[in-house]
């Protein structure tokens, strides 16, 4: 599996498949989902309503509708709770059910955020490592995953983590 850092728009990528860090009702919010929503235009919340929600650590897949990428797959992240709840674990799953869903509709390149970074408070250096580990260790047919970072402190974490440096 081919594997990147950018850091950028993951609303603009030309990826099979774009990963949402999403909550748990799956109707949007803040950060990149709420990006993700407004770029995908109202059909894609009316999609999610559908789906009746997602827990933490699972992933369910919609449509893209007026994103390039044609998928976009949902997952919940754990809330940061100081590393002792099974925070790395549930991350871990996150990636682990994208990357299924991901094979389920034939995805070959797939765009993640850091997710659970943001709001949910997951350290930057942790979540960096648990991802770059979790995909490379994953049996996936999917060809080619980008990490999409928002600044270039989580490029430098990811980046880290995938020269293990």
């Avoid at 993700?36 to 699972?58: T, Y």
């Avoid at 007026?66 to 549930?90: F, K, N, S």
Wanted: with cysteine; charged share 20%.
């Amino acid at each position: 599996m081919e594997i990147g850092i950018v850091v950028g728009d993951i609303t603009a990528l030309d990826t099979d498949a774009i990963v949402n860090a999403a909550n748990s009702s799956l109707l949007g919010g803040g950060g990149v989902d709420g990006a993700i929503h407004r770029a995908a235009g109202p059909e894609l919340v009316r999609h999610c309503r559908a789906l009746g929600g997602c827990r933490v650590g699972d992933a369910k897949v919609t449509p893209g509708f007026r994103l390039r990428a044609r998928w976009v797959i949902h997952t919940v992240g754990p809330r940061w709770r100081g590393g002792d709840q099974g925070e790395d674990e549930l991350l871990a799953s996150c990636y682990r059910s994208s990357l299924a869903r991901a094979d389920e509709v034939e995805a070959r390149s797939v765009a993640f955020p850091a997710i659970a970074t943001g709001v949910y408070g997951y350290p930057v250096v942790e979540a960096a490592s648990v991802a770059v580990g979790t995909v490379q260790r994953t049996a996936t047919a999917v060809e080619s995953v980008v990490f999409v970072c928002f600044d270039e402190r989580n490029r430098r974490a990811y980046e880290a983590a995938l020269t293990g440096t």
